[in-house]
C-alpha cells in the first residue's frame, strides 16, 4: 500500500510559477511510474505529467514547455515545477503513483487527496 501526501498549492498570479511536491511512502514506491492529473471546477479529472521510475517523462499539451515533472527516488518524492501559469490551470491537482508509465488514469492505483492551485488573472 503507497501513501501519497501532496504540498505546495496555493494562489499564484498568472504568469507565476508554483511547486508541487508529493511524498510516497509505504511499498516499493520508487519502482512505481508516478503522475500528476488535476480537475478544474465542473471538469472532468486530466492527465497532466508522469514520470517513470528511470525518469522517462510525458507531459499533456496544454503543459509542454512551462511544467516540468521530476523525481527523487532517494527522498521518494515527486515534483511539478509549474512556470507560465495561466487562469486556465486552476485546479485540484492530484498526485498517482502506478505499475504502468502511460496518461491513463485506470492505471495508476494509488492517489492522494489534492493540493488546490488557482491562478488570477
Known amino acids: 500500500q503507497v501513501q501519497l501526501v501532496e504540498s505546495g498549492g496555493g494562489l499564484v498570479q498568472a504568469g507565476g510559477s508554483l511547486r508541487l511536491s508529493c511524498a510516497a511512502s509505504?511499498?516499493?514506491?520508487?519502482?512505481?511510474?508516478m503522475g500528476w492529473f488535476r480537475q478544474a471546477p465542473g471538469k472532468e479529472r486530466e492527465f497532466v505529467a508522469t514520470i517513470s521510475w528511470i525518469h522517462s517523462t510525458n507531459y499533456a499539451d496544454s503543459v509542454k514547455g512551462r511544467f516540468t515533472i521530476s523525481r527523487d527516488n532517494a527522498k521518494n518524492t515527486v515534483y511539478l515545477q509549474m512556470n507560465s501559469l495561466k487562469p486556465e490551470d486552476t485546479a485540484v491537482y492530484y498526485c498517482a503513483a502506478g505499475l504502468k508509465f502511460n496518461t491513463a488514469q485506470a492505471s495508476y492505483d494509488y492517489w492522494g487527496q489534492g493540493t488546490q492551485v488557482t491562478v488570477s488573472s
Open positions: 509505504g511499498g516499493t514506491s520508487s519502482r512505481y511510474a
